[in-house]
């Protein structure tokens, strides 16, 4: 019986090692696959019986068998590509999507857009992440992602932010006159804002010293855009005052009059707010408009208001959010990428087409923002490389072929001795 248990262990050495070149040869074919981990196997002995019972000691093995499979998940490399969709992880976590077969996860980031406008992976599974709300702020409703704003709406202006300097040296004698109003202004400056049709137009503000650390402002808009207004001629819209203290800094702003009144289907009386900054009664700096001995210069004006556009592009950014660019220049947050984090990655079962489903040993899936809980980074226009090393591959590869041979030795060893037990009765 010594001799047969000896082939049969070294049966279970040759079975144990084409498991293991399966393995290898595995995780060499998926070189190039992106997202891909390789796997490891993981051998322990077998017992057949001790000669000293539970005493211990004098113990004969009985070969080896494939105690588990164990995918690595090691950080693999991240490769640069043209595609703004292709997104990969540094870190931990896996991306969540939805299919025909429920909801699985993967570390394969090649996705697209399809005729639905719903972000996919190759195999048409929906990549799943946290929605965003009308003013594109991200919240916890977790959909699928996609593009259902291919047009954003024209927005009226309703801010315009003024940054500049006034001449403290300027003359105070100086008065203006609305017919004349760019030889009788210190100083004068524009912004293009819109009306609730989206369409733009050309508001010049003026600015006279009335007295010491005082100013007047006045917008004016072109009298062939305002209802009532001559061509060629400017209208006032909006007025109002500046005080600066002895520092040179705005200490208070007023706004006397505001109402817009544009032609061409826009909605009458538009109130633009004109914003000099943070003024000192207001408990601000007041050092966004000042009033010091140099020239009045303009150094920055903003509005918040747009003419209608049409999505132009898409891109994600470093926290895996989508953001819709439109031709006006807008830029509206759509969806975060959701990530999901396992305590036991490990345990997770393979479905094949780059993807895991959770099961028992894996536990159950905690879905996040990416750079949360532990959770890894999402980078833009990169994907995440095979963790196969060809080389190491190649060594396992002849590290188990030479074990194959070991182990085919014991079975030809034992057989030998076999055919000298059966020759003894012919001698």
Known sequence: MGILSSMYTGITGLQGQGE??????????NANTTGFKTSRPEFQDVVAKSLKGMLGGNQIGRGTRLAAVNPIFAQGSIVQTESSTDLAIS?????????QDGRSFTRNGQ??????GKLINADGNRVQGFQ?????????KMSDIGVDRSVVDAKKTSKVNLFMNLDLRADKLLKFDPMKPEQTAHFATGATVYDSAGSPHVVSVFFNKTADGEWTWKAMAKGEEITGGKPGQLLEQATGKLKFDTDGRLAEQTTDKNAFNFSKGALPDQKIEFNFGDDKKTGGTGLSVTQYGTNSEAYKTTQDGSTAGTLASLTFNDDG??????????????????????ENPEGMFKVGQNRFRESRNSGQATIGAPQSGGRGAVSSK?????????ASEFINLMTSQRNFQANSKVISTADEMMQEVLALKRN
Request: proline share 0%; net charge negative; hydrophobic share 45%.
């Open 132 to 140: 965003a709300d009308e003013n594109g702020k991200v919240t916890s």
């Open 321 to 342: 959010v989508l953001a819709a660019i439109y031709s006006n220049g807008e830029s509206v947050n759509l969806a975060q990428v959701a990530l999901a984090k396992f």
């Open 91 to 99: 870190g931990d976590g896996f991306f969540v999507v939805n299919g």
């Open 382 to 390: 990169t994907i995440e490389s095979s963790t196969t090393d060809i």
């Open 111 to 116: 996705f697209h857009f399809d005729k639905d």
């Open 20 to 29: 293991a070149l399966a393995i290898y040869g595995d995780n060499i074919a």
